[in-house]
């Protein structure tokens, strides 16, 4: 699947075209499915963004309930600058990232030192157009700050900003 199908069909649809529906949104993520497939089953609604604004509970909760769970859901991203990327969007998105081998040694060391300061965490972020140089003074500020609670609230935004994002690309 290519493309989003009409909200209004997704409580009908195959659970591979419920998945499809999440990937396209978010990342590929056996967890992610597990925890939305049933709702996405059981609830119409009125458009993507509500349905984007419901993972967002879901994901919150999780931070609260599981987080184990929640890093793995998190980590179906992939780090940004990372050269083999799975999904066809990240890879437009990281294709704004471009920059010089210097930035993207140094956005590797910032990745390796966010993920050793935020165990089990992989820095997410909504890139936007932004480039290179803002992204990585983001992810120095959130290493910097060092609190793994924040972070998680920052990450599940980051994720469904992203998905908001997809999903207006989708239908404009």
Do not use: W
Request: with cysteine; proline share 7%; net charge negative.
């Amino acid at each position: 699947m290519t493309s989003l199908p009409p909200i209004s069909s997704l409580p009908h649809s195959s659970d591979s075209t419920l998945t499809s529906v999440l990937d396209l949104l978010f990342e590929p993520s056996p967890p992610l499915h597990a925890l939305t497939l049933p709702i996405l089953r059981s609830t119409t609604f009125p458009s993507y963004d509500v349905l984007i604004t419901a993972v967002n509970a879901q994901l919150v909760a999780l931070a609260d309930e599981d987080v184990k769970t929640l890093s793995e859901i998190l980590c179906s991203h992939p780090r940004l600058g990372e050269k083999k990327v799975d999904s066809e969007q990240s890879r437009k998105e990281q294709a704004q990232l471009k920059g010089s081998e210097e930035e993207g040694k140094k956005l590797e060391e910032l990745n390796a030192e966010y993920e050793e300061v935020f165990p089990g965490l992989r820095y997410v972020v909504f890139v936007n157009g932004r480039p290179r140089p803002i992204v990585m003074e983001n992810m120095r500020s959130r290493i910097d700050r060092g609190d793994i609670v924040a972070e998680r609230k920052e990450a599940i935004q980051a994720m469904c900003d992203i998905a908001a994002d997809r999903a207006a690309k989708q239908h404009s």
